[in-house]
């Protein structure tokens, strides 16, 4: 047997996933939870494991092995940083491997490259497809201090540490030549992920499981959805880091302020820098934000791209209601619908992308594609703002589920009628209610359902 790396293996459980509902380290793929399958492979590497998690008492059935330490965050809620920083306070050994608790494919492999690596270095990292993989990497006990600056100005990404510390970065090749399918940087992030890890499951059982094969350079007829991390800035402020589509990435930003509510004057626009490289982007304006209590509480969204908002239901019923006098026919909502799928190139080859446009004057003026449904909209309403294109008596369509985020961006808008070929929540139909918007749901195949304000759908 090799011997163990003097390293303690942090497994970052974090809690409750807004996304899916429940604590995603509990789930179980072939009777074990992921927190379990984790730990034990890490377990075989490194000399001492234990658990980071916001909610100790839900890992009290987790099956983890005997020798595994539960610690709860010094101070919960303050994301992957804050676990890394527990982490780092509570390791027994002057290294630490941090591991998100949903990466159960963890190869040994992997781990004794990092390890070979370190050098002088105070963390060595792993760079793939999309950047550095700071939630699979090795961190010296040198970085707390840091870290924990970090975290007390506000910061809450372990990738923020990265650029505060010196670093080894172990490139793509180097990662195949030890893993060589990259399992060990799958997750699962969603009921579907699970649902094929479980597929995988059976078929290492001897089950019988279909399987597709596709060539590396043919993974999707259109190639697969392309996602980066960007970082919004206004202000000299670090706003929010979303996961996006790495075009138009100016309107993106500032469609985002805009329907965030936190920029309201055109006038005071300065400029909008972006580094596509890096995934920043730099909004430069004259106007006051109010970092004290606009960005208070982030609330992470049920959508897909890890949307952010800073409205909260509550904050969205003191919104002004849209009074717009705008009226329309079924047939122009179809019409406008078909107008946006002609226009949606990305959405329609790799069917992993959503689209989402703005009419004005009864035809579709601009259109937007991303991986999330929040960030398309905020492209949309972004080049709108930039352009001085009047949204008030204009009409938004979606390809993507209404949710009470969505409506809160068209209120800000004061777009009077938000059209989907999806569903909508009662949440969104509550609000848009409240709000005078008409919101229209399943429009497609000849049908569509009117949820709130039908008086300006004319029959």
């Excluded at 060990?184 to 059982?205: G, I, W």
């Excluded at 004057?361 to 909209?377: F, K, P, S």
Aim: hydrophobic residues 45%; negative net charge; aromatic residues 4%.
């Amino acid at each position: 047997m090799l011997h163990r790396l003097p390293v303690t293996a942090a497994v970052l459980a974090g809690g409750r996933s807004r996304r899916m509902g429940l604590d995603k380290a509990l789930l179980r793929i072939g009777g074990r939870t992921l927190v379990a399958r984790v730990a034990e492979a890490v377990g075989a590497v490194c000399a001492h494991v234990l658990v980071v998690t916001n909610r100790p008492d839900a890992l009290a059935d987790a099956g983890l092995p005997a020798d595994v330490s539960v610690v709860g965050d010094e101070v919960p809620h303050l994301g992957p940083l804050g676990g890394l920083v527990a982490a780092l306070t509570h390791a027994q050994d002057p290294w630490i491997l941090a591991v998100a608790a949903d990466m159960p494919w963890i190869q040994p492999e992997v781990i004794r490259l990092l390890w070979e690596r370190r050098a002088d270095a105070d963390a060595v990292v792993p760079v793939g497809d999309n950047g550095p993989e700071p939630l699979l990497a090795l961190y010296s006990r040198r970085c707390l201090p840091t870290a924990q600056r970090l975290l007390d100005e506000g910061h809450r990404r372990p990738a923020d540490l990265l650029d505060a510390v010196q670093i080894v970065e172990v490139p793509l090749d180097d990662l195949r030549a030890a893993d060589p399918d990259l399992r060990s940087f799958e997750n699962v992030n969603t009921p579907e992920e699970l649902a094929e890890a479980q597929h995988a499951n059976a078929a290492s059982a001897g089950r019988a499981v279909r399987i597709t094969a596709i060539g590396e350079d043919r993974r999707h007829p259109g190639g697969l959805p392309v996602e980066r991390q960007v970082t919004i800035y206004a202000g000299g402020t670090e706003i929010a880091t979303v996961q996006a589509s790495p075009g138009h990435l100016d309107e993106l930003a500032v469609g985002f302020l805009v329907s965030e509510g936190l920029i309201t004057d055109r006038d005071g626009l300065d400029a909008v820098e972006v580094d596509g490289r890096r995934g920043l982007v730099f909004v430069k304006t004259s106007e006051a934000i109010d970092v004290t209590s606009e960005l208070r509480t982030r609330y992470f969204t049920s959508g897909c791209g890890k949307g952010v908002t800073f409205a909260s239901v509550g904050h969205a019923k003191d919104l002004v209601p849209v009074r717009g006098a705008l009226h329309l026919r079924p047939e122009a909502i179809a019409t406008m619908m078909a107008e946006m799928g002609d226009s949606s190139a990305a959405h329609k080859s790799t069917g992993g992308m959503h689209a989402c446009a703005l009419a004005t004057g009864g035809a579709v003026v601009i259109v937007r594609e991303d991986i999330g449904r929040h960030n398309a909209l905020d492209k949309v309403l972004g080049r709108a703002w930039l352009d001085g294109v009047p949204t008030e008596d204009s009409v938004i369509l979606t390809t993507g589920r209404i949710s009470y985020e969505m409506v809160i961006k068209a209120a800000r808008a004061s777009a009077p009628i938000v059209v989907s070929a999806k569903a909508v929540t009662d949440l969104a139909a509550e609000i848009a209610d409240v709000l005078g918007i008409t919101v229209v749901g399943y429009a497609r195949g000849g049908g569509m359902t009117v949820y709130t304000h039908a008086e300006r759908i004319d029959s």
